[in-house]
Protein backbone atom coordinates (compact mmCIF):
# COMPACT_ATOMS: atom_id res chain seq x y z
CA UNK A 1 0.00 0.00 0.00
CA UNK A 2 1.10 3.12 -0.73
CA UNK A 3 2.06 5.73 1.84
CA UNK A 4 -0.23 8.68 1.03
CA UNK A 5 -3.02 5.96 0.91
CA UNK A 6 -2.52 4.60 4.61
CA UNK A 7 -4.12 7.48 6.14
CA UNK A 8 -7.05 7.73 4.54
CA UNK A 9 -7.92 4.08 4.62
CA UNK A 10 -7.29 4.34 8.63
CA UNK A 11 -9.76 7.03 8.62
CA UNK A 12 -12.23 5.20 6.74
CA UNK A 13 -11.68 1.82 8.98
CA UNK A 14 -12.56 4.16 12.06
CA UNK A 15 -15.72 5.26 10.51
CA UNK A 16 -19.36 4.37 11.84
CA UNK A 17 -20.70 1.42 9.42
CA UNK A 18 -23.42 4.10 7.71
CA UNK A 19 -20.49 6.60 7.25
CA UNK A 20 -18.47 3.58 5.63
CA UNK A 21 -22.05 3.00 3.69
CA UNK A 22 -21.78 6.70 2.39
CA UNK A 23 -18.39 6.78 1.44
CA UNK A 24 -18.45 4.12 -0.81
CA UNK A 25 -21.52 5.37 -2.20
CA UNK A 26 -19.75 8.19 -2.95
CA UNK A 27 -16.87 6.27 -4.44
CA UNK A 28 -19.10 4.92 -6.66
CA UNK A 29 -21.04 7.84 -8.01
CA UNK A 30 -17.91 10.09 -8.93
CA UNK A 31 -16.47 7.72 -11.18
CA UNK A 32 -19.74 6.99 -12.61
CA UNK A 33 -20.75 10.77 -12.81
CA UNK A 34 -17.17 11.21 -14.68
CA UNK A 35 -17.97 8.56 -17.22
CA UNK A 36 -21.76 9.50 -17.71
CA UNK A 37 -20.51 13.17 -18.17
CA UNK A 38 -17.68 12.74 -21.07
CA UNK A 39 -19.58 9.93 -22.85
CA UNK A 40 -23.05 10.93 -22.21
CA UNK A 41 -22.67 15.04 -21.79
CA UNK A 42 -25.18 16.80 -19.34
CA UNK A 43 -28.58 16.39 -20.80
CA UNK A 44 -28.77 12.62 -21.28
CA UNK A 45 -26.84 11.97 -18.25
CA UNK A 46 -29.64 14.03 -16.27
CA UNK A 47 -31.85 12.01 -17.36
CA UNK A 48 -30.17 9.03 -16.55
CA UNK A 49 -29.69 10.38 -13.08
CA UNK A 50 -33.31 11.39 -12.64
CA UNK A 51 -34.30 7.45 -13.56
CA UNK A 52 -31.58 6.11 -11.36
CA UNK A 53 -32.78 8.24 -8.32
CA UNK A 54 -36.95 7.66 -9.24
CA UNK A 55 -35.76 4.56 -8.19
CA UNK A 56 -34.51 4.56 -4.55
CA UNK A 57 -35.57 4.15 -1.44
CA UNK A 58 -37.37 7.05 0.05
CA UNK A 59 -36.47 7.57 3.73
CA UNK A 60 -39.61 9.15 5.82
CA UNK A 61 -37.23 12.40 7.04
CA UNK A 62 -34.14 13.24 5.29
CA UNK A 63 -33.11 16.60 7.61
CA UNK A 64 -30.76 19.54 6.55
CA UNK A 65 -28.35 18.57 9.16
CA UNK A 66 -28.08 14.98 8.09
CA UNK A 67 -27.91 16.30 4.57
CA UNK A 68 -24.80 18.67 5.87
CA UNK A 69 -23.39 15.50 7.09
CA UNK A 70 -23.28 13.38 3.94
CA UNK A 71 -22.59 16.66 2.11
CA UNK A 72 -19.29 17.23 4.37
CA UNK A 73 -18.02 13.17 3.84
CA UNK A 74 -18.66 13.78 -0.11
CA UNK A 75 -16.67 16.44 0.31
CA UNK A 76 -13.97 14.57 1.85
CA UNK A 77 -13.95 11.44 -0.75
CA UNK A 78 -13.91 14.11 -3.64
CA UNK A 79 -10.58 15.66 -2.32
CA UNK A 80 -9.16 12.32 -2.38
CA UNK A 81 -10.93 11.27 -5.61
CA UNK A 82 -7.79 10.80 -8.80
CA UNK A 83 -10.62 12.05 -11.68
CA UNK A 84 -10.23 15.76 -12.52
CA UNK A 85 -13.89 16.83 -11.71
CA UNK A 86 -14.90 20.18 -12.01
CA UNK A 87 -17.58 22.26 -10.16
CA UNK A 88 -20.75 20.22 -12.63
CA UNK A 89 -19.35 16.86 -12.29
CA UNK A 90 -19.07 16.97 -8.29
CA UNK A 91 -22.54 19.00 -7.81
CA UNK A 92 -23.81 16.37 -10.25
CA UNK A 93 -22.77 13.52 -8.33
CA UNK A 94 -23.44 15.03 -5.09
CA UNK A 95 -27.28 15.79 -5.98
CA UNK A 96 -27.47 12.66 -7.04
CA UNK A 97 -26.19 11.17 -3.93
CA UNK A 98 -28.79 13.63 -1.69
CA UNK A 99 -31.65 12.55 -4.01
CA UNK A 100 -31.01 8.58 -3.48
CA UNK A 101 -31.30 9.38 0.22
CA UNK A 102 -34.45 11.42 -0.18
CA UNK A 103 -33.48 15.02 -0.19
CA UNK A 104 -35.22 17.43 -2.60
CA UNK A 105 -31.81 18.51 -4.09
CA UNK A 106 -31.18 20.73 -7.52
CA UNK A 107 -28.36 21.36 -9.74
CA UNK A 108 -27.87 25.28 -9.90
CA UNK A 109 -25.51 26.52 -12.74
CA UNK A 110 -24.83 30.22 -12.76
CA UNK A 111 -22.40 32.60 -14.97
CA UNK A 112 -20.82 36.08 -14.17
CA UNK A 113 -18.27 38.28 -15.60
CA UNK A 114 -14.73 37.42 -15.41
CA UNK A 115 -11.06 38.79 -16.25
CA UNK A 116 -12.01 36.44 -19.34
CA UNK A 117 -14.87 36.27 -20.54
CA UNK A 118 -18.06 34.81 -19.05
CA UNK A 119 -17.26 32.40 -16.02
CA UNK A 120 -19.71 29.20 -15.14
CA UNK A 121 -20.14 27.54 -11.86
CA UNK A 122 -21.98 24.70 -10.91
CA UNK A 123 -23.48 24.18 -6.82
CA UNK A 124 -26.12 21.88 -5.21
CA UNK A 125 -28.95 23.49 -3.36
CA UNK A 126 -31.58 21.85 -0.83
CA UNK A 127 -34.38 24.40 -1.23
CA UNK A 128 -32.89 27.86 0.01
CA UNK A 129 -29.97 25.87 1.52
CA UNK A 130 -26.55 25.76 -0.91
CA UNK A 131 -24.66 22.73 0.19
CA UNK A 132 -21.62 22.58 -1.52
CA UNK A 133 -20.45 26.21 -1.33
CA UNK A 134 -20.64 29.57 0.34
CA UNK A 135 -24.12 30.80 1.13
CA UNK A 136 -23.55 34.12 -1.34
CA UNK A 137 -23.16 31.80 -4.19
CA UNK A 138 -26.25 32.75 -5.48
CA UNK A 139 -24.82 36.58 -5.11
CA UNK A 140 -22.33 35.93 -6.78
CA UNK A 141 -23.55 34.45 -10.19
CA UNK A 142 -26.38 35.11 -12.05
CA UNK A 143 -28.62 31.66 -11.92
CA UNK A 144 -29.34 29.94 -15.73
CA UNK A 145 -32.57 28.25 -16.14
CA UNK A 146 -32.01 24.59 -15.65
CA UNK A 147 -35.11 22.07 -15.42
CA UNK A 148 -33.57 20.04 -12.70
Not at 56 to 62: F, G, I, M, N, R
Not at 77 to 90: A, D, H, I, N, Q
Not at 97 to 109: K, M, S, V
Request: charged share 20%; proline share 5%; net charge positive.
Amino acid sequence: MMIGMRRPCLIFFRLPWRSKRLALQCALILPVTYAGLELLGLRAFLNVMDRLTSIAPKPSEYSPEEARRHTQLFSAVTERFPLPMKCLGRSLALCWLLRWHGADAAIHIGVRKGNRGLDAHAWVQIGDLVMNDSEDVTERYTRLSLSY
